[in-house]
């Protein structure tokens, strides 16, 4: 039997990455993007913070889902 794991899970799980586990990448992020609304290298800058915490978000539940998938059942 075939594991699966659900592509909703996945990015829910993304988004929970997004939020929480990199904290400290998503509210600096956010605020220099606040910020850059005046001020257009704030902006720039908070893009990319947030495109960072983006690819390390996606990148370790990608890493997880890989992990249950194919560990094997052997004992």
Not at 24 to 40: A, E, F, Q, T
Not at 55 to 73: F, K, V
């Amino acid at each position: 039997m075939e594991k699966e794991y659900p592509q909703k899970m996945f990015w829910l799980f993304v988004l929970t990455n997004f939020l929480f586990h990199f904290f400290y990448l998503s509210v600096p992020g956010i605020i220099l993007c606040i910020v850059g609304i005046w001020i257009k290298t704030c902006l720039y800058i908070g893009c990319a913070v947030l495109g960072l915490d983006l690819i390390l978000s996606i990148a370790e539940q990608s890493r997880i889902r890989n992990c249950l998938l194919y560990t094997s059942d052997a004992a």
